[in-house]
């Protein structure tokens, strides 16, 4: 018979047997809590869902940082310098003056200084001289603004004298009769205040002098202002400071602006003929630095050639820890150290106790009983007296003592 062909009993009913009731067919997904599905947000949905937004936020970090990388560094920032773009420089100051026809020459030494204010009258602006001889400053000629505060003041302004006491800078009016600043009005400034020699114009007055000095000498004027801020990038558009600036510079003269060099110039050696700090220091020193090493090296050979490595050696006899602490009580006990005993117990106890209790090392007395009386139902007063009262007066003080300390060890055991 072929193995395709229908079986002979296919259509029969089965055989008489046992009733089993029918297999219910499969409930379909969902229909109760065993065939039901999470709804909630797995790991690969939160990623098909949100990995376009990812992917451009990290487009665009690596976009920030290489235009980080790639931009060319800014440098130090230069207050006051013409050529600085940072908030604290004065380059909006001086592309204004050049738009107003002002000629603006940058100068970072003093020979620069020198040969350009030699070919012919000049309008010197300073405000640094880190690195500038005061003198040599002083004698060239022409008009001076000097920018403070600046060190040797009374060389480059001689008469100007500068009082104790800052004056914080806000707006101020100038209340004064001199042209440029009259001209300019309010003026965010402040700084020390000044007095100038017979026949100065003082601007901008405060308690004790002016922030702004003219007067005249032999070679030119000289204007002296307190606070160069309102000179800068940052403050130069509030009130009126750039109509104050643009005054104080716009005299009808080219302007020399000395600023800090960029590579600070380099300083002779000391002492004649270039001689060096070695060079100066008398022989005696030398040879006194020489005994002084040597004396240090015979000292720690002295002190340290006792000592060398750590010798291991193994005890004679193994003694278990009751043993040792058995003969420690008795010590205690031939000694009557009572109190010694109290303590030690005591102080185990509380070391035991503070991490069951969440305490720290430090924990005080008052925090110590407080957790330990919440914790195990304890009266306070009983459990601070047993922790850090004053030691018993006998041995069965003692004995009970530490019988109440480990009976509260247990009672924290078993929590």
């Not at 072929?2 to 259509?11: E, K, L, M, V, Y």
């Not at 020459?105 to 309008?123: P, Y």
């Not at 806000?170 to 309010?186: F, K, V």
């Not at 005249?216 to 004027?221: H, K, L, P, S, V």
Request: charged share 20%; with cysteine.
């Amino acid at each position: 018979m072929s193995i395709f062909a229908r079986p002979a009993d296919a259509g029969a009913p089965p055989p008489a047997g046992p009733a089993t009731a029918p297999t219910p067919p499969a409930p379909p997904p969902g229909a109760d809590g065993r065939g039901s599905s999470s709804t909630s947000p797995t790991a690969r949905s939160v990623w098909r869902s949100g990995r376009l937004i990812v992917l451009l936020g990290v487009l665009v970090v690596l976009i920030a940082v290489i235009g980080v990388l790639l931009s060319p560094s800014r440098g130090e920032s230069r207050p006051l310098d013409p050529g600085d773009t940072s908030l604290a420089g004065s380059r909006a100051l001086a592309e204004i003056l050049r738009d107003r026809g002002v000629p603006i020459e940058r100068v970072d030494s003093m020979e620069a200084a020198e040969e350009k204010a030699a070919a012919g009258d000049k309008l010197l602006v300073v405000t640094d001289i880190t690195y500038f001889d005061e003198e040599r400053l002083a004698r060239i000629p022409g008009d001076r603004l000097v920018v403070g505060p600046l060190p040797y003041l009374e060389v480059l302004a001689p008469g100007v004298r500068v009082e104790p006491g800052d004056n914080r800078a806000r707006s101020r009016e100038p209340e004064c009769t001199l042209p440029a600043a009259a001209a300019a009005g309010s003026v965010h400034i402040g700084g020390l205040a000044m007095n100038g020699p017979t026949g100065t114009i003082g601007c901008f007055p405060v308690e004790d002098g002016h922030l702004l000095v003219r007067f005249q000498r032999d070679a030119g004027f000289t204007t002296v202002v307190a606070d160069g801020s309102f000179m800068s990038n940052q403050r130069l558009a509030e009130d009126g400071n750039a109509a104050l600036a643009i005054n104080l510079f716009q005299t009808g003269k080219s302007v020399l602006w000395l600023v800090r060099p960029a590579t600070p110039p380099a300083v002779d050696l000391p002492g004649e003929g270039g001689k060096s700090m070695e060079d100066l220091m008398p022989e005696s020193i030398r040879w006194a630095v020489y005994m002084a090493i040597i004396a240090v090296a015979v000292a720690a050979f002295w002190r340290g050639r006792r000592l060398g490595p750590v010798v291991t050696e193994k005890l004679p006899v193994v003694v278990r820890a009751a043993e040792t602490v058995e003969g420690r009580g008795r010590l205690y006990r031939a000694r009557r150290a009572r109190g010694r005993a109290a303590a030690s117990l005591r102080a185990g106890t509380i070391d035991r106790l503070a991490p069951r209790l969440g305490l720290g090392s430090n924990a005080g007395q008052h925090e110590v009983v407080a957790a330990i009386a919440a914790r195990t139902g304890q009266d306070a007063h009983q459990v601070g007296a047993a922790l850090y009262g004053p030691p018993p007066p006998d041995d069965a003080g003692l004995v009970a003592l530490a019988g109440y300390l480990d009976l509260i060890e247990r009672q924290l055991s078993e929590l």
